[in-house]
Structure formats: structure tokens, C-alpha cells
């Protein structure tokens, strides 16, 4: 079982940062055996995938390369998303995902309960 807990959402300008965390409890395995990943799901549009780290590999769509980074801290099983450059259409609830790596994606058995991300321009 997986439980994820996210923080550090919250409201910024266009072109500034945020850095969101999330913190893992895991029970029957170890967290580095799980690809950890952020997905989000802006107003009227489905969950999409964001960013992907699993054993040292990481994957991001297109539209947040150069500007997200996605990390992980196997010793305090947490996993963070590094966004800069933030534009408004980044605005969007962003939850972390615990599950397996697929090409270029994850496949996800754990939702975290998600955290607000606005970028007002």
C-alpha cells in the first residue's frame, strides 16, 4: 500500500517558480521500487501526464521540458517537481502518482489527493 501526501502548491506570477513535494508511505515494498511521477488536470480538461523519475530515468511531455524538473529522495521517500518559467496555462491541480514506468509515461496505481497550482500572467 501507498499513501502520498503533496504540498507546496500555491498562487504565482507568470515567469516565476514553485516547488512541489511529496511524501511517500509505503508498506509490502521498498519506495525505490515504485517509478514516482506528477500528473495534473487543469479546469475541463483530463489528467495528463507531467513528469516521470524511476531509476535514475526520467521522462517529461513536451510542453514543461527545460522548464520542470522532477527529483527524488529515495532515503526520505519524497519526490519533488522543480517548475520555473511558470506560464498560466501551467495552472492546474498537480498530483503525484506512485506506479511503474512506461515508454515515454508511468502507469499509475497511487493518486496522491493533489495541490493547487495557479500562474496568474
Known amino acids: 500500500q501507498v499513501q502520498l501526501v503533496e504540498s507546496g502548491g500555491g498562487s504565482v506570477q507568470a515567469g516565476g517558480s514553485l516547488r512541489l513535494s511529496c511524501a511517500v508511505s509505503?508498506?509490502?515494498?521498498?519506495?525505490?521500487?515504485?517509478?514516482m511521477g506528477w500528473f495534473r488536470q487543469a479546469p475541463g480538461k483530463e489528467r495528463e501526464f507531467v513528469a516521470t523519475?524511476?531509476?535514475?530515468?526520467?521522462y517529461y511531455t513536451d510542453s514543461v521540458k527545460g522548464r520542470f524538473t522532477i527529483s527524488r529522495d529515495n532515503a526520505q521517500n519524497t519526490i519533488y517537481l522543480q517548475m520555473s518559467s511558470l506560464k498560466s496555462e501551467d495552472t492546474a491541480v498537480y498530483y503525484c502518482a506512485a506506479g511503474s514506468l512506461t515508454p515515454q509515461s508511468m502507469g499509475v496505481n497511487f493518486w496522491g489527493q493533489g495541490t493547487q497550482v495557479t500562474v496568474s500572467s
Open positions: 509505503v508498506s509490502g515494498r521498498t519506495f525505490d521500487t515504485y517509478a
Open positions: 523519475h524511476y531509476g535514475g530515468i526520467t
